[in-house]
């Protein structure tokens, strides 16, 4: 019987169309339509810059270090002019009419003891958007907080070095955007990606309205069939919860790998965590299918159809299309942050991706497993009754 | 034989529609069942209450000696269903929709492979098997319901107007079908508002109007509760009024008149297509031409309720 439910979940034509093609034309979309932006923003001018220590030590030297790193390359992000001691000297340079063009410098880091100020050249300031001024300051910030790895590494495994410094570097070109009210800073380009993979996997809740219409009597032929064999309809239900989470999630799965390798959108390399993340949301959509499909009345198309009004306004609200959303309703009513799945979800693959602490992934992640259980238990009962007051 | 499924003052109210009203049935092992009532008279509610899919307001259903109730999963196992109305997969092929549904009874592989088999040569859709339903002719998806209800073998099958939309060839198959199938054992309980089927294959029937019994019993039993008589026709030239006088004297005899060269006696009884023709040869005429009719269970219904079984044509 489950592979009969396997082969139906796979041929189901319409599920192919939500939940894989659409999404996937609106990747190629936004890849049309923004990559162009995305490429600009990559290629900001090189900041040029000078370092100041005040204290002789580690934290000046792998600091030093680090921007030089970032001077590398064909397209560096940062130009680091070597000869700069003091704070005086520094600010010399600042551009004014008078100074060579090649000795000037955009902004200089001054080194305390623990700390690393950034000091950025007025007229520079004024004449670029935020974005430069924002990777100064994730070049700091990643240092600071990535400085105990390289500080401790520098006494047990000094060879660790370069490659912690290498990888401090390859962390903060891609935080050289926008940064906003969002937990991680979001990358707008990307954002448009994550969203609409959790769109896709949201799209799979006719999964869940399907196997209520396909095990209600009230609602299908077929389901009459099942309600008058022996067999029974817990064990129905589970064979088709598993055999449509086989497909979907594999649908997932291939909308991550076309986002990551085909589009170029960073991606947590833990396939594990991935697993999860792509299993649970399939398994909750489903739960969720099913348990507003049970809120309903009718054939599969009449519960489907006024569900999907409802998906839409859960995916729209979580930023799918306008990636501002979640912040306007976080200042306004935060609660339906608190509530949308979708939203719920986005984040969550945020977290994923960027969030070096994943507890706060764990916790989405334990949310929307609970949630599925609890829709699942509920849409089951609906769905365990096999005599009907009216067919 | 014994009594397989009795049904008991059942009742089925929708809202203020009562589609069944005291409904008792008593259908036997072996035998095929029949259930005649127009469009709309209750058939499809009494065979889904009967199979616990429908909650009922009153009344029981006992099925092989036990009550028949949503978890009667043992007798379940003994039951096969043709819904009125197709019930298969469109994602699955013929066989599989076959298999799939004999898988919801037989668990064995092997079994089940041969019942699948037997089921698709029965109805024979072998060169089909791989159809997707939606690439089937109407008649072919109908022998694919019928399929899926019977793959399993099931000692007792309900058919609900199997044979509707379908081509005369195609409903003679169908018919024959279920008849080599209560030969090998199944009881059948077949409903249709097309008496000639029930008449071709049911020993017992009743007949049903408005969620009522208005008769029950073998069909001679049914036809015998209705005053029509037979209808004897016969085309003789020039008869002797003196001879329609004699057969107006016979007992069983109610009316004759002869009217151009058609003699024509309603009678009581069954044999009296014998009675005239005897009574013709012996005064010495030539019969060119004589046949008698049957009172119908359309009579029998028109009788009963005032009304046609169907709107002919
Ligand atoms: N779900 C329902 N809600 C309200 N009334 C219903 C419902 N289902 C059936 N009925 C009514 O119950 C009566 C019996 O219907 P049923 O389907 O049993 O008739 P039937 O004899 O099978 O007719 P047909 O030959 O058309 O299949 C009809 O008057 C019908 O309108
Ligand atoms: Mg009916």
């Given at each position: 019987m489950f592979s009969k439910s396997l082969l139906k979940a796979v041929r189901n034509k319409q599920f192919y169309f939500w939940s894989f093609l659409f999404p996937f034309a609106l990747m190629c979309l936004f890849r049309v339509a923004f990559a162009g932006l995305y490429d600009q923003e990559i290629c900001i001018d090189p900041i040029k810059v000078a370092v100041v220590v005040d204290d002789e030590g580690m934290l000046g030297d792998y600091f030093i270090e680090t921007v030089e790193a970032l001077s590398e390359g064909d397209e560096p992000l940062l130009i680091y002019v070597d000869d700069v001691k003091t704070i005086e000297e520094a600010e010399a340079l600042f551009?004014?009419?008078?100074?060579?063009d090649d000795q000037v410098i955009n902004a200089y880091f001054h080194v305390t003891e623990d700390d690393i100020e950034i000091v950025v050249d007025k007229a520079f300031y004024a004449g670029r958007d935020e974005a430069h001024i924002v990777v100064l300051r994730q070049l700091t910030d990643t240092f600071l907080n990535q400085y105990h790895l390289i500080y401790e590494a520098a006494f047990t495994?000094?060879?660790?070095i370069p490659s912690l410094v290498e990888e401090l570097s390859s962390d903060i070109e891609y935080t050289a955007y926008e940064s906003n009210v969002y937990k991680n800073d979001i990358d707008t380009y990307d954002w448009y990606f994550y969203t609409t993979i959790v769109m896709g996997m949201m799209f799979n809740f006719q999964v869940g309205i399907e196997l209520v219409t396909s095990v209600r009597a009230d609602a299908s032929e077929v389901a009459k069939r099942i309600n008058i064999s022996p067999k029974r309809k817990i064990s129905i239900v589970a064979s088709e919860v598993i055999a449509n989470l086989i497909p979907c999630s594999a649908i997932t799965a291939i909308l991550f790998l076309i986002a990551k390798y085909v589009m170029g959108i960073p991606m947590t390399s833990e396939v594990g965590n991935i697993a999860l993340f792509i299993v649970i949301g399939n398994f909750f959509t489903i739960a969720f299918g099913s348990f507003i499909a049970m809120l309903q009345k009718g054939s599969t198309k009449d519960r489907s159809n006024k569900s999907w009004g409802f998906i839409m306004l859960l995916v729209f609200l979580s930023g799918e299309m306008y990636n501002q959303m979640p912040a306007i309703l976080e200042k306004n009513a935060p609660i339906l942050n608190d509530i949308n799945p979708a939203t719920i979800m986005n984040f969550a693959l945020f977290d994923l991706t960027?969030?070096?602490?994943?507890s706060d992934f764990y916790v989405a992640m334990a949310k929307i497993l609970v949630a599925a259980i609890v829709f699942m238990v509920l849409s089951a009962v609906y769905m365990r009754r096999n005599s009907y007051a009216s067919l | 034989m014994s009594e397989i499924i009795k049904v008991e003052n059942l009742v089925k109210r929708y809202k203020e529609l009562i589609?069944?009203?005291h409904l008792n049935l008593n259908i036997m092992e072996g035998e095929v069942f029949g259930l005649l009532g127009p469009n709309g008279s209750g058939k499809s509610t009494a065979i889904n209450c009967m199979l616990s899919l429908l909650q009922y307001d009153g009344g029981e259903v006992t099925i092989m000696g036990k009550k028949m109730t949503p978890a009667s999963y043992d007798i379940k196992s003994k039951i096969g269903v043709v819904p009125q109305d197709m019930a298969v997969?469109?994602?699955?092929t013929v066989r599989e929709n076959i298999d799939f549904f004999c898988g919801l009874y037989i668990k064995d592989k092997a079994t089940r492979k041969q019942y699948v088999d037997e089921a698709i040569e029965f109805v024979g859709i072998k060169e089909f098997e791989n159809f997707r339903p939606k690439k089937l002719s109407g008649g072919l998806k109908r022998r694919l319901n019928i399929a899926c209800g019977i793959a399993h073998k099931p000692k007792i099958i309900f058919f609900d107007e199997p044979t509707v939309a379908v081509d005369p060839q195609s409903r003679n198959k169908i018919l024959e079908g279920i008849l080599e199938l209560n030969k090998n054992g199944a009881t059948i309980i077949y409903t249709s508002h097309y008496m000639e089927e029930i008449e071709q294959l049911c020993t017992r029937l009743s007949i049903l109007d408005k969620g009522q019994v208005i008769a029950s019993g073998t069909i001679p039993e049914i036809k015998r509760m209705i005053k029509k008589n037979e209808i004897v026709t016969a085309e003789v030239i020039g008869l002797d009024p003196k001879v329609v006088d004699t057969l107006k004297m016979d007992n069983d005899v109610l009316t004759a008149n002869y009217q151009g060269k058609t003699l024509k006696v309603e009678a009581a009884g069954k044999s009296n297509i014998v009675k005239v023709m005897s009574l013709l040869e012996k005064e010495g005429y030539e019969v060119q031409q004589i046949y008698s009719v049957q009172p119908s269970l359309n009579d029998v219904f028109l009788e009963l309720t005032?009304?046609?079984?169907r709107d002919e044509g």
């Open positions: 551009a004014d009419e008078t100074t060579v495994n000094p060879e660790m960027y969030a070096k602490d994943l | 589609a069944l009203d997969y469109e994602e699955l005032g009304k046609q079984l």
